[in-house]
C-alpha cells in the first residue's frame, strides 16, 4: 500500500492525509460521473445514428410495400423468377467484388490508411469485373447448358453489375467511417424509389420482365452516383496513394482476401441454392415465388435491422479496439434485434399467405405459404447478420470460412434430403429453412465469444 505523508506542506501528516483521503475520493467520484456522462453521451449518438439509417431504411422498405400489390399485378412469378436466375448468378460476382476489403475500411485504425485501403478496393473491383467479362461470355454461349433462362443477353451486364456492387461497398464503407449516417439513410431510400417507379411505367409497355431488370439496373447506378456525391473526396486531402503503398495495406489485410471473400462467396452460394436448383429443374414460377417471397418478408423483419447493422460494426470496432471488448454493445444489439423481429416473424408465420393474397394478388398466394417455411430462418439472420461482424474485428476470419464450408454443406445436404424425399419446391425452401437456421444459431454463439479480446 502507498502511504501519503505531509512532506512540505506545513500540515501536519494526520491532517495531510484527511485532507488527501478526500481530495481522493472527490477525484475518484468525478472519473465516475463524467464515465457515466460519456456513456450516456454513447448511448445517445448510437441511438442518433441508428435512427438517421433507420429512417431511410424505413422509407425504403415503406416505399417497397406501397409499390408492391401494383407490381403484383403487373409482372407475373414467372417475370420475377426471370429476374431473379439473373440475381442468382450476378451474387456470385458480386459476393467477389472488391474482395471484401471494405470491411477492412471500417475496422482500420488509420484514416489514411483507409483512404489507401479504398483505392485498393477500386483496383480489386475492377478485376473481379474484367473476370466477369469472361464469365458472362461463358454463360452466354452456353446458356442451355447452365440452365440458363429467360433473355442471355441480360447476362452480358454481369460485368457492370460486380463493378458497381465493389465500388458502392466501398464508398459505403468509407460513408460508414465518416459517420454519415443521415447521408446514408436517404441513398437507402431514393434509389429504391426510382426503382419502384421506373419498374410500374416500363411494365406498361415491356414484357418478360424486362421492365424489372432495367430497374434494378438504374436503382443499382443511381445509388453507386449518390454514394460517391456524399462521400465527396474519398482520397483525402494530403493523402498520397502509391502502388507499393496500397499493397502494403492490402497485405496487412489479407485475411479479408484470403478467407472472407471465399467465405462471402460460399455464403452466396448457399444462400441462392434453391434459386440453383429450381433454375436446373426448370422451375421459373417457383423462383418468382420464393425470390418475391424472401424480399417481402426481409422487409419488416430488416427494416431496422440493417440500420443497426451498419453502426454496430463501427462502434464495435471502435471498443473492442479501445477496451478489449465490445460485449457490452453485442448484448444490446441482441437484446435490440430479437425485440424488433420476433413480433412481426410470429405474425408471418400465422397468416402469411393471406396477407400475400391480399396484398399481391392470387397469383401469389404460394409466395405466402413460402414466405410462412422463411420466417423462422430470416429472423436468425436478421439477428446474425451484424452481429457475425465481430469475426472481422476480432480476426477470426480464417474461422468464418471454416463455418462457412460447413454452413455450405449443411445446407446443400438439408436441400438434397428434401428434395429427394418430396421433390417438391416447396420441400427445397423448407430444407434451405432447416439448415440455415442452424448455421446462424452457431454463428451467433460463437460471435458472442468472440466479442472479448484473447490475450
Known sequence: MIEIRGFASGLPSSDFEGESKNRLSSFLSAIRESRLIYERLG???FLKSVLAVSSGNFLGAGTQIFFAPILGRIYTPYDYGLLGAYLGVAALLVGLGNWQYSQAIVVERSDRNAVVLFAGCLLATSIT?????VVSILVISMADRFGIIGNRWWYAMLPVSALVAGWTGALAAMANRKGLYGRIGAIMFLPGLVTAVLSVLLGLYFKDGVGLFVSYLVGQLLALWMYW???????????RVTYPRMMAMMRKHHRFALFTTPTGFLTTVAFNSPVYVLAASGATNAIGLFSRANQLLMMPIQLIGNSIAIVF?????IQYQDQGTCWAIFKKTLATLLAIGIVPTVILAAIAPQLFTLVLGPNWTDAGNYARILAPMLLLRTVCSPLSTVFYIAGKQKEDFLLSIATSLLMFACIAVGY???GTPIAVVAGFSVGYSIAYLVYIVRSAQHCVRRT
Open 229 to 239: 456525391v456524399v462521400v465527396r473526396s474519398p482520397f483525402g486531402k494530403g493523402v
Open 129 to 133: 469485373a474484367i473476370l466477369s467479362g
Open 43 to 45: 448511448n445517445q449518438r
Open 420 to 422: 429427394a424425399m418430396f
Open 313 to 317: 460494426q463501427r462502434e464495435a470496432a
